[in-house]
């Protein structure tokens, strides 16, 4: 029986105008339509094929507002069977650090964790260091990248795919495995599974129900600090080349004083 806990993520809707709060420089979560990340969909995908090629439990484990309910039963809808909602205003503005460390301590108290699967990076941040960060923390092997993943007996297979090539690792159970967007196509929930996820349980904790003191988290305690934010320029018009026959030259002098040839 593999126990495997997912990590997920609420993040803005790409396709919303996302920006940042005037008062101190986080995300607004407010200001755009708020979804599951699509990678946290492929690492629940790929949960419940291992649970579904064996015996297994697929535990969602969330840390973000209240309304990241929502992409908690998205994933209870497609198949997993419970959920950790770790909710608190202190973790406002976290850092990776604070958030990997928050998230360790939550997998601790879920009993008997075989395996952790994450996505690679998420898309409103885009770090890429939590599954690390989380593995070094929980002194877990950490298999990153992950297009392809197999769980053979007390030991976890991947093809970690980078710009340098493929890799084939392999380390014993329990570890830390991140995947990326060619690993699965995620399922569509299906009515059955919608109407079930309302049943399933979600159990919620805070920072002080884990073990973490609030001085740790937050944006008080980040080790990174946005000091000023200005939105994006308008794009202006570009330069524009009557050709007279001399269309060719004009270009070049253009691309010379752009000091591009």
């Known amino acids: 029986m593999t126990n495997i806990v997912v990590l997920v993520k609420q993040v803005p809707d790409t396709y919303s105008e996302r920006k940042l709060s005037e008062t101190d420089?986080?995300?607004?979560r407010e200001s755009a339509d708020a979804v599951i990340d699509e990678i946290n969909e492929r690492a629940v995908e790929e949960a419940l094929k291992i649970k579904e090629a064996g015996e297994g439990e697929v535990t969602v484990l969330c840390v973000g507002p209240e309304r990241a309910t929502d992409a908690i039963r998205k994933a209870l809808s497609m198949g997993a069977d419970k959920a950790v909602h770790v909710c608190d205003e202190a973790l406002h503005g976290s850092d990776m650090l604070a958030t990997a460390k928050v998230i360790a301590?939550?997998?601790?108290?879920?009993?008997?964790?075989?395996?952790?699967?994450a996505?690679?990076?998420?898309?409103?941040?885009?770090?890429?260091?939590?599954?690390?960060?989380?593995?070094?923390l929980l002194g877990l092997p950490q298999l990153t990248h992950a297009r392809q993943l197999t769980v053979d007996g007390g030991?976890?297979?991947?093809?970690?795919?980078?710009?340098?090539g493929i890799t084939h690792l392999e380390a014993s159970l329990p570890a830390v495995v991140s995947v990326t967007?060619?690993?699965?196509?995620?399922?569509?929930?299906?009515?059955?599974?919608?109407?079930a996820a309302k049943k399933k349980p979600v159990?919620?904790?805070?920072?002080?129900?884990l073990g973490v003191d609030a001085s740790e988290v937050g944006?008080?305690?980040?080790?990174?600090?946005?000091?000023?934010?200005s939105p994006k320029p308008p794009r202006t018009a570009g330069q524009r080349v009557e050709d007279e026959g001399d269309g060719g030259s004009k270009v070049a002098e253009y691309l010379v004083g752009q000091k591009i040839i």
């Open 25 to 28: 420089h986080t995300l607004d």
């Open 105 to 117: 301590a939550a997998v601790r108290q879920i009993e008997g964790v075989d395996l952790v699967i």
């Open 119 to 136: 996505g690679n990076e998420a898309s409103d941040g885009r770090g890429g260091a939590v599954p690390a960060v989380l593995a070094e």
């Open 155 to 164: 030991s976890v297979k991947v093809d970690r795919e980078t710009e340098d």
């Open 181 to 195: 967007e060619k690993i699965n196509e995620p399922r569509y929930p299906s009515f059955k599974g919608i109407m």
């Open 203 to 209: 159990q919620t904790l805070t920072v002080a129900d």
């Open 219 to 229: 944006l008080a305690n980040a080790w990174s600090t946005v000091l000023e934010a």
